[in-house]
């Protein structure tokens, strides 16, 4: 398996040490001949960041299948803290703690931005019944979301629908956030206030695991860079490091040092 660390002698005996709330050992997804992912290895500590960068095709949102559990891994394991998750069903991981988001939007467009996040925070069981109301209240103003409250969902702009998004996952309560690219399509001043909200998340120790292509809004927030090409990870670590990673330069960026 092609794997690049590049990461500081300090920095890989911290990551080494410290404990993982979620880990991916040896992952496999198979359809047919192609192996989507293809023995993809990598750990996410608690209250870090992780951006995963790579080519389109490269297994990315695979990736994020596997972990949030929509679907059963050819071979490999998923572990959630000290809990083996790899059979779990995606349900029972929301329980647990772990949330993602989509690429492209998918809120109830029949129900107001509050009643979205209120299905999340009922539906994420962890909240209770009672609780649930003040939960979803709470995330819209987290968000962003509060003055649309009562807005219905078809009728708010794209950056709403992105933050609409962020809140139906913060509704579960989770411990750690997938982000799938929840950058594309803003302009590059609703992208700052997206990027805001993000980082916000990060500084209330939210684990955050984001997928995005574009670069500068990842840097600004994550602590460590996974590259991943052909199912693979390609390399991981400091993130400048990482951009700077020959392979990673000729697999992602189409471009060679030498």
């Known amino acids: ?35 989507a992912l293809d023995g ?18 490269a297994g990315k949102t695979t990736l ?4 949030a559990g929509s ?3 050819s071979t490999g394991d998923v572990r959630f ?20 988001t989509y690429q492209v939007p998918r809120p109830f467009l029949g129900l107001t931005v509050f009643e979205n996040v209120l299905v ?21 103003g987290r968000t962003g979301l509060a003055g649309l409250a009562n807005t ?14 962020v809140a139906r996952a913060l509704g579960t309560k989770p411990q750690v956030i997938l982000l799938d690219e929840i950058g594309g399509g803003l302009t590059e001043g609703e992208l700052h206030e997206l990027i805001a909200l993000i980082d916000g998340l990060k500084a209330e120790g939210m684990t955050i695991v984001w997928i995005e292509h574009i670069l500068h809004a990842l840097l600004k927030v994550i602590d460590r860079l996974v590259c991943m090409a052909e199912g693979q990870v390609l390399a991981e670590g400091d993130p400048r490091e990482v951009m700077e990673n020959a392979k990673v330069r000729r697999a992602y960026l189409g471009s060679d040092p030498e």
Do not use: W
């Not at 998750?85 to 993602?100: K, V």
């Not at 999340?120 to 819209?140: I, K, T």
């Open 1 to 35: 398996m092609m794997h690049d660390k590049g990461m500081t002698p300090s920095s890989q005996t911290r990551a080494d040490c410290a404990p993982a709330v979620l880990e991916a050992t040896g992952l496999v997804k198979r359809y047919g001949s192609l192996r």
């Open 40 to 57: 993809v290895s990598f750990r996410v500590r608690r209250g870090e960041a992780v951006g995963i960068i790579g080519p389109n095709g």
């Open 64 to 67: 994020f299948g596997a972990l």
């Open 71 to 73: 679907f059963p891994v």
């Open 81 to 100: 803290g000290d809990r083996t998750i790899t059979h779990e069903s995606a349900e029972a991981r929301s329980r647990l703690g772990i949330a993602r």
């Open 120 to 140: 999340a925070a009922q539906a994420g069981g962890r909240n209770g019944r009672d609780g649930a109301a003040d939960l979803a209240a709470s995330v819209l």
């Open 152 to 165: 219905p969902t078809a009728a708010i702009g794209l950056l709403d629908r992105k933050r609409l998004e």
